[in-house]
């Protein structure tokens, strides 16, 4: 069997990195703006769910940043060393996320209050579903071509991101229209089940499958996180 490397060469590493840094740097201040927005128009309109979207970005800044100073080694073995407590940083980031999203769902349900109507909310949201899918799934590629788990964990976290500001969304969107107050924090509890598993998977260190010195199988397609067609752990 032929021994093959699953990794790019040190030039493709160096330009894989750059973007990551790029993506990183885009994700955090758009997520700085998303906070100030979201916090304060959830405060005008005494709205829990936006409150907890602004601090939810305020959670991808600090995951965001932990990748950011890992990347921000320009050697590789720097980096590599950085991995492991930058995975743990991102995997409390989304236990952090799951407690306040699940504590805030409960409250809403419980009946803490009706929100008013926020257009401000309603537009912050809809730019988020936006934006967030394509900085997810371009870190996420460049971050699973170069091998490196914390930045695909920190993809997820946008993506979890994305899925949150639907959610809110969805929210705003019934209970301006329709008074449907539920249907924001039943959501929300199922997004705060998804944090949970996420977080678990950082910490163990799923992001990537294990890479693997021998050739794959005649035909798959295999990145240098060794994922390929039906590895679920890159999903």
């Excluded at 940043?65 to 080694?73: E, H």
């Excluded at 349900?109 to 912050?124: D, H, K, Q």
């Amino acid at each position: 069997m032929t021994a093959i490397s699953l990794g790019p060469s040190p030039a493709r590493g160096d330009v894989l990195a750059r973007r990551i840094r790029l993506l990183v740097a885009a994700t955090i201040t758009y997520n700085v703006a998303e906070a100030a927005v979201a916090i304060t128009a959830g405060t005008l309109a005494s709205s829990t769910a936006l409150i907890g979207f602004g601090l939810d970005s305020v959670i991808e800044v600090s995951s965001a940043a932990a990748v950011a100073w890992q990347f921000s080694a320009r050697d590789h073995d720097a980096r590599e060393a950085r991995e492991k407590t930058t995975l743990r940083i991102i995997a409390v980031s989304f236990f952090a996320l799951a407690a306040y999203v699940g504590v805030d769902a409960v409250r809403a349900l419980a009946g803490t209050g009706e929100a008013e109507r926020s257009i401000p909310g309603i537009v912050i949201a809809a730019l988020s579903l936006l934006v967030m899918p394509f900085l997810s799934a371009a870190q996420r590629k460049a971050g699973r071509e170069l091998g490196s788990a914390s930045a695909v964990a920190d993809s997820k976290q946008t993506l979890l991101c994305t899925y949150l500001s639907a959610v809110l969304l969805v929210g705003l969107v019934l209970n301006a229209t329709l008074g449907w107050s539920w249907a924001d924090p039943i959501a929300a509890l199922a997004i705060a089940g998804i944090a949970v598993k996420e977080g678990r998977d950082a910490w163990q260190a799923k992001g990537c499958c294990a890479p693997t010195a021998a050739a794959p199988p005649a035909g798959s397609e295999a990145d240098a996180c060794g994922c390929r067609p039906g590895c679920s752990c890159c999903d």
